[in-house]
């Protein structure tokens, strides 16, 4: 039995066609790209400059100057809310962001209120997204930045960019949006929505792990940061430290290949989605659907199993792999922040579990999804006595067959 992967939004297969470019990089054209003085340094840059091109592309920025290259998202999360918040507290140090944020941004504007900040955190909808009249009304005289997410990692909901992006431009207020999910998988144009900092990652377009972006607004405005890492002054100064050459021609075609095949892989995956979805609805009640259906990430399934522990039904299925609750605090066994901001109830929010696909995945892998979680959701219930109390309490329907 071969093992089925459906935890793309924590992580996915390097694409072997990203493998391919990133390969010299890893062996012959071993080059530092900011030697200047020798061709192994130029034949380095070179290729740097056409992965910027690339991200740049994906996300229409008007100058590959804008794309700075950094460990991965959570560095250019860091980047961002430490150091552009540090180089404007003369105008102001308050700064929103929203409860279903990634604690690669929630963590860091906890540590900027230690630091004297003030920091407001909107709450959302039932599907996730925030309202833009809270957000309108919470923009104050030192407002320096809002932080909030293109695409959220657990429940795929889409946050209102554009909408955001007209909010903050007119009030002179930098907007930030951790992309890293939305990325590839959905169109992004920093112009139009008015998006003035932006993060995303390679390891969630199937690139490598460890290199990630941050595009940073140089005209209207142009944005200025205090960078985190002081050293040789790369990237424009906005990240000191040898270039990762062979992860950022990793990212930059993973990139290429995210845009060209957005369109193709986003009905694809969608379709699969919607079939493991209507699939589980029909075989598995009760069950609900977490998030926003209409403004969701293609690839995205959020559910809540009700009687039915998401870890022990993680265990139950040997041979998927997905997600229970929040991936990055389910050491904790926590119940997801994410889902508490959607209103989950305490005692449904251990009955979730996240499915994300991605490329790779296949239709025969989807039914045997199906039939294996409906299988261990049958055999957990049969051993649930708050399934059978509700059962004979009658207020659900004994399954025959
Ligand atoms: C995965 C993820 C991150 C962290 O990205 P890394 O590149 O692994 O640091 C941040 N934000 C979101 C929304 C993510 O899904």
Redesign the pocket.
Same mark, same amino acid.
């Given at each position: 039995m071969s093992r089925v992967y459906l935890d793309n =939004?924590? %992580?996915t297969r390097l694409d072997p066609r990203v493998l391919d470019a990133m390969m010299p990089y890893l062996t012959d054209r071993f080059g530092n790209a900011a030697s200047r003085s020798h061709a192994f340094g130029w034949e380095a840059e070179e290729a740097v400059e056409k992965a910027r091109e690339q991200v740049a592309g994906l996300i229409g920025a008007e100058s590959t100057k804008e794309i700075v290259w950094t460990?991965?998202? %959570?560095?250019?999360?860091n980047i961002v809310i430490k150091g552009v918040t540090s180089m404007y507290a003369e105008q102001g140090r308050h700064v929103i962001t929203q409860r279903t944020?990634?604690?690669?941004?929630l963590d860091p504007c906890k540590f900027l209120e230690t630091q004297g900040s003030s920091v407001t955190v909107l709450d959302v909808d039932s599907g996730g997204r925030i309202r833009l009249e809270e957000l309108e009304s919470a923009i104050r005289e030192d407002t320096i930045l809002v932080s909030v997410?293109f695409? =959220? =990692?657990e429940i795929g909901t889409i946050q209102p960019i554009a909408e955001i992006g007209r909010l903050c431009k007119p009030r002179g207020v930098l907007f930030h949006t951790?992309? %890293?999910?939305a990325f590839g998988k959905v169109p992004i144009d920093v112009q139009a929505m008015g998006i003035d900092l932006l993060?995303c990652?390679?390891?969630?377009i199937y690139g490598p792990?460890?290199?990630?972006a941050l595009f940073v607004r140089r005209r209207a405005p142009r944005v200025r940061c205090r960078p985190l890492f002081h050293g040789g002054g790369h990237e424009r100064g906005f990240r000191s430290g040898t270039l990762n050459v062979p992860g950022i021609v990793g990212l930059g075609q993973a990139a290429a290949l995210t845009g060209a095949e957005m369109a193709a892989d986003a009905a694809r995956i969608g379709a699969l989605r919607d079939r493991l979805w209507t699939a589980l609805r029909d075989r598995i009640e009760p069950i609900t659907r977490n998030g926003d259906p209409q403004h969701c990430l293609p690839n995205t399934l959020n559910l809540s199993v009700h009687y039915v522990e998401g870890e022990g039904l993680m265990m139950a299925c040997k041979d998927l792999a997905f997600s229970s609750g929040s991936a990055c605090t389910s050491a904790s066994l926590e119940p997801s922040h994410v889902l508490k901001a959607l209103g989950v109830a305490d005692d449904v929010a251990p009955s979730s579990i996240r499915l994300s696909l991605g490329r790779f995945n296949t239709a025969d892998e989807v039914e045997t999804a199906i039939d294996q979680i409906t299988r261990a959701v049958e055999r957990l219930r049969a051993m649930s006595p708050t399934y059978e109390m509700a059962l004979q309490a009658g207020s659900l329907q004994r399954r025959t067959g």
């Open positions: =939004n924590a %992580t460990s991965g998202a %959570t560095e250019s999360n944020e990634h604690k690669a941004v997410m695409a =959220n =990692n951790d992309a %890293t999910q993060s990652s390679g390891h969630k792990k460890g290199v990630g």
